[in-house]
């Protein structure tokens, strides 16, 4: 099997420099080439991590980080208002069409709605659709967060966070699925395979829970101590239970390995104070592992490609490196060298928020300066 990632040129190391130059021009491709539309058919419609409901979530955060930024004559709010037009999806939404998580289309659009607008009775309509999926079989849905609950608990704890004086009314909703998601594990599945990273597996259903419901942490440090102790010697970890101890060195991106485990981690870090020092530890080798197998051949994305995998590491040169190497001018220049790098990865997506080049961009550039960045649409609120 071919390298799944560039080898970093040391001493050599780039710097990155002021990126607002790089955030605006993302945001202008954004909206020049994938534009508000009055209507959208089914096949556009990816829920919270593509299509125009991720764009309308991610032009909102960059209205709350960034308020004085001008795109195309607009704030970025308007724009975000303009993504999650109502009317704009028709009569094709469909509750549980994709699961119950991020990918869920009308889950999606309500709470992103609930988030631009900050009504609440656009917060009752979301929970009316939440209801109707937990009344469901405990079977019909998994519980990772591309399709299952702890993607619905995500859209919940965002939903809380935009929405001044929604706690009252989203609470009750948290502590069901919780309780549902607790009682099923933590031998969480999907697919029947015991998945371990951020978008499928283990960490990310802990991430969930914990980030929504602080107060379950000491209830699930048994499960993140299991976690921890399953991190393989060159620093990442498997993909699933069932690929542990099979050797090879794995995938090393945000849905599965050392990426979304660092990721995860820095954001349970607080809830966990008697770790502190196995999280230290475990943080510390898995940047390793991402230094020297994250160098990504594919196109730079949150998801998993080099955007993702320079937020997981440390504030400075190495995080610099891995960006400088993802500016638009050097991918160019690489592509011209070297056809097979940098290929699109976004399933045929356009504009997906975690797997296409601009949206992953702009939420990069938005973030990278910070000492822990955290994870759109899944640790940012």
């Known amino acids: ?46 829920g919270l991590w593509g299509g125009p409901t991720g764009v309308a979530y991610l032009l909102l955060q960059v209205s709350a980080h960034r308020p004085e930024l001008i795109i195309r004559g607009h704030p970025a709010a308007d724009w975000a208002r303009a993504y999650i037009a109502p009317g704009s999806r028709g009569h094709s939404l469909r509750l549980g069409s994709h699961g119950c998580g991020l990918s869920d289309e009308k889950l999606a659009y309500e709470a992103v709605r609930c988030a631009v607008s900050a009504d609440l ?14 009344a469901v079989s405990d079977d019909d849905y998994p ?16 939903v809380r966070r935009w929405v001044p ?34 978008v499928h ?60 485990f660092v990721l995860s981690l820095a954001a349970l870090r607080p809830h966990f104070p008697d770790l502190h020092a196995e999280f230290y530890a475990a943080i510390r080798k898995g940047r390793e592992c991402i230094w020297s197998q994250g160098l990504l051949k594919k196109e730079p994305c949150l998801c998993h490609g080099i955007f993702g995998n320079a937020l ?12 400088a190497i993802a500016t638009p001018e050097n991918v160019a220049r690489m592509k011209k060298s070297d056809p097979s790098v940098f290929e699109r990865a976004d399933y045929g997506r356009s504009y997906s928020t975690t797997s296409s ?25």
Request: charged share 20%; net charge negative.
């Open 121 to 134: 009775a656009d917060v009752r309509q979301l929970l009316s659709s939440v209801s109707q999926l937990m």
């Open 357 to 381: 080049y601009a949206p992953s961009a702009v939420w990069t550039w938005l973030v990278r300066q910070e000492q822990e960045p955290r994870m759109l649409g899944y640790s940012d609120v």
């Open 143 to 158: 519980d990772e967060m591309l399709y299952g609950r702890a993607g619905t608990l995500y859209l919940l704890r965002m």
């Open 1 to 46: 099997m071919s390298q799944r990632h560039l080898k970093v040129d040391l001493p050599h190391l780039l710097s990155v420099g002021d990126t607002d130059r790089y955030l605006n021009a993302a945001l202008e491709d954004i909206v020049t080439n994938y534009p508000p539309r009055s209507r959208y058919p089914p096949d556009a419609l990816h």
């Open 312 to 323: 997981a590491l440390a504030s400075g040169p190495q995080r610099d490196h891995f960006l």
């Open 201 to 260: 597996g283990d960490v990310g259903i802990v991430t969930q829970l914990v980030l929504t419901s602080p107060e379950l942490a000491p209830r699930l440090q048994p499960a993140v101590e299991k976690l921890l102790g399953m991190q393989r010697e060159d620093g990442n970890w498997p993909s699933s239970e069932e690929s542990n101890g099979h050797g090879g060195k794995g995938l090393v991106q945000f849905c599965h390995g050392a990426t979304g």
């Open 165 to 198: 004086g929604s706690s009252d009314l989203v609470d009750p909703a948290v502590a069901e699925i919780s309780n549902t998601v607790l009682a099923r594990g933590p031998r969480w599945r999907w697919h029947g395979k015991r998945y371990l990273g951020a």
